[in-house]
């Protein structure tokens, strides 16, 4: 007797919770020969909605973390990403990756994190100063998490891309609602799922499904969303996100390149300056 | 007046706990979009009676509250102002003084909220003190102890001497339901309360989880039904704590449009014991205004 192979449902995940979409919509994704991979969810305006709600109620706890211990659940994620390589490499093959470039995408992404784990308890050290003003105050600058950032992950580029577009912004502390691939969604439904088995809080990560062309708009509008990161392409949805992010002056981010380095933790970052009131020490001379 | 009379609790019903629950996911499928929805969200608003009940309360933390409750959200126009503040006794003077003149009422907790842990004595004092400051609604809560024991002459004699030191103030029973266990004992105290002259039923001081909840107002909500049926005489209902969503909000009129009928549907007969809904509302509002998703931030916190 044949075994009638067991099919995964890919769902979206909010707030440490993987529902369907609330719409009931999905679209199907067909491999290489145009045979049904899967069914996946189309997300729409209200599972957005529902995500912010979810990253908004995360970014307290998740901010207030030491960066060290945020570096020691990226590092997490990395370890749980390691551990599933053959699952991650099975479906980028499934969706038309060559095997070779396949296992090179994930140990990339995999390494990635850990790059990124280690400079959560750093990145403060680099972009803080100490800044000589005329009076008697010592005044220093230091980056804060923005809040709740929304991303829209590259297009052609299944995990890796959501893996270098995320990994920066909660290594900084912010909480994010990041929409996949709609090409190639499987391993950004996977990579949910190592986040979940990885001591990330419910509601740091929430990942959507579904198109820009539809979402875009709305992650740009949102009046609780910080910080829009963008790896689309699509000239209109730009400039049309760029005109609605000033409904509450959002960091926007455009992104044509997927590399790393500290300068993405900045992007999600505010300087927040202070001015403390120090004893003048003597004529001429500055406390600090 | 006529004789009031504890009720004969050998007739009441016995509340089917399941079919209660499933009546309340029935309602909870029910849909309300577009117009519907921003009238429904308008009349939440107009229901909500804005608390601060807490240790740390001041003049200034309460008439900046008064102030939110007659201007919900100037940048919205046509909304209306919620139907009363909450306050403890020692602020209502300040309270009526900042509402002058905005038809907002001003509704005082007394007899020792939340416990209600004290002597007869005290509690009309502190109920005379309210009203003499002005306060428009009292909000006693019953002794939960006294209740449990079965001992409910007790919590029937204390119901209606308040309401006799309420005078023309309406009165509202607080039965703190997380504190009676079961539904069956939320029914009886209920039918005690509403026999001894309570004006509006409560669930809760806000103060103990759970607080309000749907299967527990709606076992409140037909206890109202079936006195109205027996005696002809209209009982609000207000549930507190708890509820802070549009949505939960909405969930509430439907439930109250379904059990008690259109006559029940204004702020004379039903309220909201509420602090964080109002701003959800508000935001909701915006957001059908505007088809913007809002945040809290730009809402003015009380």
Request: aromatic share 8%.
């Amino acid at each position: 007797m044949t075994r009638l192979e067991v099919l995964k449902t890919y769902k979206i995940y909010i707030g440490g919770q993987f529902p369907r979409t609330e719409s009931g919509r999905y679209y199907t994704l067909t491999g290489k020969d145009s045979t049904p991979l899967a069914n996946v969810c189309l997300s729409s305006r209200k599972d957005f909605r529902n995500a912010v709600v979810a990253a908004r109620a995360a970014f307290a706890g998740w901010s207030s973390r030491p960066g060290f211990n945020r570096g020691q659940i990226l590092y997490r994620i990395a370890e749980m990403l390691e551990g599933r390589k053959e699952q991650f490499v099975a479906e980028l093959i499934l969706q038309g990756a060559a095997p070779k470039a396949a296992l090179e995408e994930v140990m990339t992404a995999t390494d990635r994190l850990v790059y990124y784990a280690g400079w959560c308890d750093k990145y403060q050290a680099l972009f803080s100063s100490v800044n000589p003003v005329a009076s008697s105050h010592f005044n220093f600058s230091v980056p804060e998490a923005t809040g709740v950032v929304a991303i829209i992950a590259p297009e052609s580029n299944s995990l890796l891309g959501l893996v270098t577009a995320l990994a920066p912004v909660i290594a900084g502390g912010n909480t994010c609602v990041a929409l996949a691939s709609t090409s190639m969604p499987l391993c950004a439904v996977t990579f949910a799922e190592v986040v979940h088995a990885s001591d990330v809080p419910a509601g740091v990560v929430n990942i959507l499904t579904g198109t820009s062309k539809e979402l875009h708009s709305h992650f740009a509008s949102h009046m609780d969303v910080n910080a829009l990161i963008c790896y689309g392409t699509d000239k209109t949805e730009i400039t049309r996100m760029k005109e609605l992010a000033s409904l509450n002056v959002k960091r926007i981010f455009v992104h044509t390149k997927e590399d790393q380095g500290p300068y993405h933790i900045l992007q999600a970052q505010e300087i927040k300056t202070t001015w403390h009131p120090i004893e003048q020490i003597g004529p001429g001379k500055a406390g600090y | 007046m006529a004789q009031l009379q504890i009720p004969d609790f050998r007739k009441s019903t016995i509340v089917d706990q399941v079919g209660i629950e499933e009546r309340v996911s029935r309602f909870n499928t029910r849909s309300i979009k577009k117009e519907s929805k921003v009238k429904g969200l308008k009349l939440v608003l107009s229901m909500i009676d804005l608390t601060t009940l807490e240790g740390k309360d001041t003049e200034g933390k309460v008439k900046q509250m008064c102030y939110k409750a007659a201007h919900p959200h100037d940048a919205l126009s046509g909304l209306p102002t919620v139907a009363a503040v909450c306050v403890y006794p020692t602020m209502v003077g300040t309270a009526k003084q900042a509402l002058a003149g905005t038809g907002v009422k001003v509704a005082s907790v007394s007899t020792a909220f939340p416990s209600g842990q004290s002597t007869r004595q005290v509690k009309l004092l502190d109920t005379k003190f309210a009203v003499e400051h002005g306060a428009d609604e009292i909000d006693m809560v019953i002794s939960r102890g006294e209740f449990l024991k079965g001992n409910y002459a007790f919590v029937f004699d204390e119901i209606a001497a308040i309401k006799e030191a309420c005078g023309t103030a309406r009165l509202k029973v607080i039965f703190e339901t997380g504190e009676l266990s079961t539904l069956d004992n939320v029914r009886r105290a209920s039918e005690l309360a509403m026999h001894a002259g309570a004006d509006f039923i409560k669930t809760s001081t806000g103060k103990i989880s759970p607080a309000a909840t749907m299967p527990v107002t709606l076992v409140m909500l037909e206890a109202i039904r079936d006195f109205y049926y027996a005696t002809g005489k209209m009982v609000g209902m207000k549930p507190a704590g708890g509820i802070s969503t549009a949505k939960s909000g909405l969930q509430y009129l439907v439930m109250l449009h379904e059990t008690l009928g259109a006559d029940w549907l204004t702020n004379k007969w039903f309220r909201f014991g509420a602090s964080s809904l109002a701003n959800d509302v508000l935001m909701q509002l915006v957001k059908e205004k505007t088809g913007v998703y809002q945040s809290k931030e730009y809402f003015s916190a009380d």
